[in-house]
Antibody, heavy 120, light 111 residues
Framework: QVQLEQSGADVKQPGASVKLSCEAS????????ISWVRQAPGQGLEWMGW????????KYSHKVQGRVTLTADTSTSTAYMELRSLRSDDTAVYYC?????????????WGQGTLVTVSS | QSVLTQPPSVSGAPGQRVTISCTGS?????????VHWYQQVPGTVPKLLIF???NRPSGVPDRFSGSKSGTSASLAITGLQAEDEADYYC???????????FGGGTKLTVL
């Protein structure tokens, strides 16, 4: 079955960077894009960005553009999200999700989520 | 505030019908980009509930249905059950923002 397996929880200090991974299985990785979505404690879902695995095209939300970079390694079917200059309000659960079709579609399935805590 | 507007909360008794609205604009729902709905039970991963406005993935009960008209969409749940208590989010694409967007979420309480 289609699955996305994310890396484990992380704690970072303000100003640091974090790089999360999302390993796909059960489908042809390059045929679909991956989006990243985060959810701060007690808050709603916030889309952060999308990467088209086939050609590496990326789209980023205006809120995090300049601090986030999405990449993918087709040899390991793994997508990555790096977020720099971390602030306390970046504390959230970060999800990856397969996007069907292209950048404009639905998110299915989702990874299990990675909790990133930003604290001094 | 979110680009897509949802009511913060709705409630209903077991067996009743509830609807959740999702209001957008001409650059997203009205463009027209498809609307998708997700169910998130607290502490769990969001789950796709309705895709492309009115389609249910395999395994989703037909008590859940979606519709779209103009710049708005709706999720309807009939025959409410206790297990339906969750947060519901609508999602679409916005051409002005060149990215996906979510509604702020609606908390469904089954009385």
């Amino acid at each position: 079955q289609v699955q996305l397996e994310q890396s484990g929880a992380d704690v970072k200090q303000p100003g640091a960077s974090v790089k999360l991974s999302c390993e796909a299985s059960g489908y042809t990785f390059s045929n679909f894009g991956i989006s990243w979505v985060r959810q701060a404690p007690g808050q709603g879902l916030e889309w952060m960005g999308w990467i088209g695995i086939y050609n590496g095209q990326t789209k980023y939300s205006h809120k995090v553009q300049g601090r986030v970079t999405l990449t993918a390694d087709t040899s390991t079917s793994t997508a990555y999200m790096e977020l720099r200059s971390l602030r306390s309000d970046d504390t959230a659960v970060y999800y990856c999700a397969r996007v069907i079709p292209a950048a404009i579609g639905r998110f299915d399935p989702w990874g299990q989520g990675t909790l990133v805590t930003v604290s001094s | 505030q979110s680009v897509l507007t949802q009511p913060p909360s709705v409630s209903g008794a077991p067996g009743q019908r509830v609807t959740i609205s999702c209001t957008g604009s001409s650059s997203n729902i009205g463009a027209p980009y498809d609307v998708h709905w997700y169910q998130q039970v607290p502490g769990t991963v969001p789950k796709l509930l309705i895709f492309d406005n009115n389609n249910r993935p395999s395994g989703v009960p037909d008590r859940f249905s979606g519709s779209k008209s103009g710049t708005s969409a709706s999720l309807a749940i009939t025959g409410l059950q206790a297990e339906d208590e969750a947060d519901y989010y609508c999602q679409s694409y916005d051409s002005s923002l060149s990215g996906s967007i979510f509604g702020g979420g609606t908390k469904l309480t089954v009385l």
